[in-house]
């Protein structure tokens, strides 16, 4: 059972630009909702993070949006870089448990 | 080490064989994590260890997957009698303390089975 679906599969941006990424959720009991980028070879690695009692949570460049009601939360990338094409993954987490559910993932590649 | 380190960090093996992967966790994380990564896909999880009992390990796809975990530190993931779907990227990530945000992923280990 897919419990996160993310979209787009893939996602291309001129430099500048905003990247935006939407997961939605089934399982109301999640109860925390990180990002993760990952680049190849490499492991993924936190980026942001948000609990649902939060709407907003911004640091740098990098923003979520969470709309409870809806089950939807959004990664805004905003002066999007070259630097920032990547594999990006939501994810969720269910009360006293330390196991993430994944979405699946989105290909952004930011041209110069 | 300064990070999480999986070895090997590529294999190769014939259906039927068995593989062992490792993890070196982040020296004084107590949990440590397996997860699995599908050519396009997300993450899946597989096992969860605090220290060296498993209270999660109800990702495992089949009886064919165990792991383990030595003296709070090391972690190998066996998994027998490999199958061409079993090809993969095998992740670890181990935390300080069972946190999100004191946890780290290794870089994977790629494994084909041809």
């Known amino acids: 059972q897919q419990q996160v679906k993310q979209s787009p599969q893939s996602l291309i941006v001129q430099k500048g630009g905003i990247s935006i990424i939407n997961c939605a959720y089934e399982n109301t009991a999640f109860d925390y909702f990180p990002w993760y980028q990952q680049f190849p070879g490499k492991g993924p690695a936190l980026l942001i993070a948000?609990?649902?009692?939060?709407s907003e949570k911004k640091e740098g460049r990098f923003t979520i949006s969470f709309n409870k009601s809806a089950k939807q939360f959004s990664l805004h990338i905003m002066d999007s870089q070259p630097g920032d094409s990547a594999t990006y993954f939501c994810a969720a987490r269910v009360p006293s448990g330390s196991r993430l559910t994944f979405g699946e993932g989105t290909q952004l590649t930011v041209n110069p | 080490g300064a990070g999480v380190s999986q070895s090997p960090s590529n294999k190769v093996t014939e259906k039927g064989k068995d593989v062992e992967l490792r993890c070196d966790p982040i020296?004084?994380?107590?949990?440590l994590y397996w997860y699995r990564q599908s050519l396009g896909q997300g993450l899946e999880f597989l096992i969860y260890f605090q220290g060296n009992s498993a209270p999660d390990k109800s990702g495992l796809p089949s009886d064919r997957f165990s792991a383990e975990r030595t003296g709070g530190s090391v972690s190998t993931l066996t998994i027998q009698r490999t199958q061409q779907e079993d090809s993969a990227v095998y992740l670890c990530?181990?935390?300080?303390?069972?946190?999100?945000?004191?946890?780290?992923f290794g870089p994977g280990t790629r494994l084909l089975v041809l």
């Open positions: 020296s004084g994380h107590t949990a």
């Open positions: 948000i609990r649902p009692d939060v």
């Open positions: 990530a181990s935390s300080l303390d069972g946190r999100i945000r004191t946890q780290y």
